[in-house]
């Protein structure tokens, strides 16, 4: 059976250890050397950043994430063992875990390491096609003679230099279709390497529950429930007219991924549709300087995405959620599209001065959508506020210091309201 060692990545046949280094961390597959498409998923992207830049934090349990009533953004390993999970209530995170280090994600930090991984990736093949920061999918179809070497050895290598040049680790799924990979890539973390072959792939998802599918949630599960499904076993007595009947679009798509089918290509173009960032107060509050503080370091943090993806956005959105939980959206289109924390900040608080705050607030959101590449960005200033050029000039500037020095170099007073 093909295999290869995951430390020194040599080829073999399957043997429990490596016949050249004598390492146990042997991966063999039957279809090992004949898969090509990949997701390579950090492994707790936020948290391992902060534990690589802070090594005092390495055994603690971490939660990147907000206040008490904000949510978890990622956990450590350390914390994920105590039960502590990604969108958890942070109050229910901090009762499984209360001796946890909490920190407020740096998402320019965040950024320009995904950027460095990425660029690792192309190395190995143009079709990429990124998730979040910290995952992708990767067609490696038709690139063992350009590398050398099976497309399952690439990616060891990916994940050995992500770890010597980076310091963080990431885990690996391969197998014949997207769908496929990603439910890999969750097997066996951290640090795991899963494969999932065509001739197993029926009998794999057999008695897999339907959670497993990526964007199946409460709503949609429970709607399954109520029709008798709960296992890809249950979706095989269906037929697809009928599925489709209950469920439309979703239904047609269950019906092929209970057979394992999934005809999506890798798409190095699919598109970011928005960037946006949001904080949920410890406390509900109409309190104006308070808002206004969280309203720009928002804009700031969409800013910092948006550059770090060469991105700008045309319409600004604000969002706050009120205390009853109802939702309150204001959108702005602007004449050119921006990458500007400053921008982003101004459109924004315009558009919460149009509000009347009725009753408290407990969730404010800042956001850009309608992007374009970052060359159309801020191209011809604004007649009405002459200083807008000065100001974004100035902005540049002091992105080039944060760069230097770190996030924390230049602080502007509003951010500390």
């Not at 038709?142 to 690439?154: C, E, F, K, V």
């Not at 007649?383 to 760069?403: K, M, N, V």
Request: aromatic share 6%.
């Amino acid at each position: 059976m093909p295999a290869f060692c995951r430390d020194c990545l040599h080829a073999f046949e399957n043997g429990p250890r490596c016949p050249a280094c004598r390492s146990p961390r042997v991966l063999s597959h039957p279809e090992l050397f004949d898969l090509s498409i990949a997701h390579m998923d950090c492994d707790a992207f936020y948290a391992s950043v902060e534990k690589r830049d802070n090594p005092e934090l390495e055994s603690k349990p971490l939660i990147i994430g907000g206040g008490r009533r904000g949510v978890v953004s990622t956990a450590c390993y350390v914390a994920r063992i105590r039960g502590v999970r990604s969108a958890m209530p942070m109050f229910q995170a901090l009762k499984l875990c209360p001796d946890a280090v909490v920190l407020k994600p740096r998402m320019s930090v965040y950024a320009d390491v995904s950027k460095k991984i990425r660029e690792m990736m192309k190395e190995l093949t143009p079709d990429i096609e990124p998730l979040s920061l910290d995952e992708a999918f990767l067609d490696l179809t038709g690139t063992a003679r350009l590398h050398g070497a099976p497309p399952a050895i690439m990616l060891a290598r990916l994940v050995q230099r992500m770890k010597s040049d980076l310091g963080l680790t990431g885990s690996i799924g391969l197998s014949h279709n997207k769908f496929l990979a990603k439910i890999a890539s969750d097997l066996d973390k951290p640090r795991g390497f899963s494969v999932i072959g065509q001739a197993e792939t029926a009998a794999f998802l057999h008695d897999q529950p339907v959670t497993l599918i990526w964007g199946v949630g409460q709503a949609t599960r429970a709607s399954l429930e109520k029709a008798g499904i709960r296992h890809f076993s249950d979706l095989l007595r269906w037929e697809q007219m009928d599925l489709t009947a209950r469920f439309g679009a979703m239904g047609d798509r269950l019906w092929h991924l209970a057979r394992g089918q999934d005809h999506r290509r890798v798409s190095a173009n699919a598109p970011v549709k928005s960037i946006s960032n949001e904080t949920t107060f410890s406390e509900d509050t109409t309190d104006t300087d308070i808002l206004d503080g969280h309203i720009w370091r928002l804009a700031e943090n969409v800013a910092d995405r948006a550059k770090a993806r060469a991105l700008a956005g045309r319409v600004v959105t604000l969002k706050l959620k009120r205390a009853d939980h109802s939702l309150l959206t204001r959108r702005l289109a602007l004449r050119d599209p921006t990458q500007l924390a400053d921008a982003i900040y101004r459109t924004a608080r315009v558009l919460y001065d149009q509000v009347e705050p009725d009753q408290p607030y407990r969730l404010i959101g800042v956001g850009i959508s309608e992007l374009w590449p970052e060359s159309a960005a801020d191209t011809s200033g604004d007649l009405l506020d002459p200083q807008a050029r000065q100001r974004g000039e100035a902005e540049r500037a002091t992105d080039e210091i944060r760069a230097r020095f770190g996030p924390d170099a230049i602080l502007k007073g509003r951010s500390l309201r």
